[in-house]
C-alpha cells in the first residue's frame, strides 16, 4: 500500500528536496509550510513527474503551536493515515552574544525547538491512536558542540536531539512506532547564501537521499552526510575553543 508521508518546512531546501526523493519512491506527499505559492509550485512539479501518488499541500506556520494538531489531523483525513511525519521546519540567525536583544534566540528557539515539538507531540497522538508511525525530526552537528555566533540556534538543536531521543525511549516498546532523529551537516540551501565558505558542503538533494534510505531502513539516529561528521561527533565536545572558532 502507498505510503503518506508529511513533511514541514517542504517549501525549500532539504524539505523540497526530500519531497522530491519520497516522490520518486512513490510516497503520497503532503507539503507544509507558509510560503503556500512555493508549496503549490513544488506540488504542481511533483504531479506532473509522479502521476501515481497524490501530493497535497498545508499551510502550516509551526510557531502557532495550537494550530498544529489541526492541520495534521486534517491531513490525516484526506490520506487516510500518516506513516512518516517529518518535523524539518527551521530557522537560523546568527547574533553575538551580549547585544541585549534577545529577539533572534527567541524566534529561533519558538520554530526550531516549540514549533518541532509541537509537531512531534500532534504526530505522536495521531501514531498512539492508529498504532504505528514515525517522527523523524531535523537537527544538527551543531547539536554536538555549539558553534560561536550561533548559540541559540546549537541550543535549539541540541535540546530537539534531547526531546526526541526520550521521545523514542518513551515509545520502545511499541514496535511500531518509530523515532529519527536527523544530524545534517553542512547543506546547500536558502538558510545559507554564504555555505560554501564552510567545509564538506553537499546538495540538498544528495542529502535527501541518504536521510530517505535512513528513515526506510527506521534508523533512530543519522548523521548526514557521515563523513565527516560521524567521527567529528565524538571529537567536536573535546576540540579546544580556539579550534572550534577557527573552523567556524
Ligand atoms: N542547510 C543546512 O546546512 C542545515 C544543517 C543542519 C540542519 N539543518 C536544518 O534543516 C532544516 C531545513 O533547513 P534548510 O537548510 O532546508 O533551510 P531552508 O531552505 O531555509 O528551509 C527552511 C524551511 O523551513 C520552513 N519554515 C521556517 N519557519 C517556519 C515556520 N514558522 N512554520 C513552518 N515552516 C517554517 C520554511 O518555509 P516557509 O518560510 O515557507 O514557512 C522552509 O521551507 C532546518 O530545521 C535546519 O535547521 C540545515
Redesign the pocket.
Known sequence: MTKNVVI??????????LAHEFASRGYNIAL????IE??ESLKNTLSEKHSNITVMTAA????ELDTVPTVLSKIKSSLGNLDIVIA?????GVRRTGSGDLTIDKNILQ??LF??IATIDAAVAIFREQGFGQIVG?????AFRGIPGSAA?SAS?AALTNYLQAVGTELFRKKDIKVTVI??????????DN?DKFPF?ID?DKAARTMVNAIEKGKSDVVVPSWPWAILRSVMPKLPESVVAKIF
Open positions: 514541514t518546512g517542504a517549501s525549500s531546501g532539504i524539505g523540497a528536496a507544509c509550510a507558509r510560503r512555493k508549496l502550516l506556520d509551526v510557531n524539518n521546519a527551521g530557522i537560523t520554530t526550531n514549533g518541532a531535523m537537527s544538527s552537528f551543531s540556534y538543536k544530524h545534517p551537516g553542512f547543506i546547500r540551501t536558502e538558510i545559507d555555505i558542503v540538498a
